[in-house]
């Protein structure tokens, strides 16, 4: 099946929207009267500077899914639906037919677009420009299944309200960038080196992938794990380094995020790769650098070897 990302590689450059100048920090709504100052869209309340705080910023590697948040909308839903041409479709391919029609928009914006992480419900998921709400439907792939996988580049805001998300009370995030892939087509998009076999490249990388995203509690929001999930899905150099050493007889001993002697002015850090050679236990390291003191994390440095600092 084919992948459905804002760039048609998942290591390519997403094509992020802004929110409006003034809109809630939380879905991007613009203002509107509301009683008691809260977003007439997910009722959160104002929160100053919260697209400004490092700390809330959120990349984060899971998968999206709609929830009806009340009975009402799961009724108008089923009314919608009894009136489409959806015979011979899954219940998913109906979903995403449905929601993809135009005039059937407004259901997009009522359903509750929750982001699992590890099977856990860890975030509701909203858009900073109402204009993203189309690429929530592309979440829905035709067939569903469990190497689906969906990208969110945000902001953390609150805690949604109980009335939102029928009852689930877990941050929200307002993304500016997402997009969806499968693990297949990730691993199809790394260039591989010339010089290493394809099943073998395929086979290190799904290792090193899977290593990555399964660290304990990565919801994204730390700067570890944002910079872990960035390399993750778009700095192909550490695949084809794993799968090199893996070719030497080497083994991948760990993945270690400290901060940077670079660091300054700047929030750096330093992704480390260590690889242990099977037979003779020498230990070899390589690190890169990942600048996190933004939204949108870039490399700061290449894939280097890395030599420990004497204390």
Not at 261 to 281: N, P
Request: aromatic share 8%; proline share 8%.
């Amino acid at each position: 099946m084919a992948a459905q990302p804002i760039s048609s590689n998942p290591m390519g450059q997403p094509m992020p929207r802004s929110s409006q100048v003034g809109s809630c920090p939380t879905c991007g709504t613009q203002p509107q009267a509301s009683r008691a100052g809260s977003c007439p869209t997910c009722g959160t309340q104002p929160q100053p500077n919260v697209a400004l705080g490092g700390g809330s910023f959120v990349y984060a590697i899971g998968a999206i899914e709609p929830r009806f948040p009340r009975p009402s909308v799961e009724k108008e839903f089923a009314q919608v639906m009894g009136r489409a041409e959806t015979k011979g479709l899954t219940d998913r391919q109906a979903l995403r037919k449905v929601l993809q029609e135009r005039q059937n928009r407004y259901l997009v914006r009522q359903l509750c677009w929750i982001m699992t992480i590890g099977g856990l419900e860890t975030y509701v998921v909203m858009p900073r420009d109402p204009m993203d709400f189309d690429l929530l439907v592309e979440t829905l792939r035709p067939a569903h299944s469990s190497v689906d996988l969906d990208v969110i580049i945000g902001v953390r805001g609150g805690i949604a309200t109980p009335d939102m998300c029928g009852g689930l009370s877990i941050p929200i995030v307002a993304f500016d960038a997402l997009y969806s892939f499968e693990r297949k087509s990730l691993v199809e998009a790394i260039p591989r080196p010339d010089k290493t076999p394809a099943k073998e490249f395929a086979d290190a990388a799904e290792e090193l992938f899977g290593r990555i995203i399964q660290m304990t509690n990565n919801s994204g929001i730390s700067d570890q794990h944002r910079a872990l999930n960035y390399l993750a899905v778009r700095y192909p150099a550490i695949y084809a380094q794993t799968a090199e050493r893996f070719a030497a007889n080497a083994s991948l001993t760990a993945v270690d995020v400290r901060p940077s002697a670079l660091s300054g002015t700047r929030k750096i850090v330093d992704v480390i790769f260590s690889y242990r050679h099977r037979a003779t236990d020498v230990v070899e390291k390589y690190a890169v650098g990942v600048d996190i003191g933004e939204e949108f994390p870039y490399l700061a440095y290449k894939l280097t070897p890395y030599f420990d600092r004497m204390p």
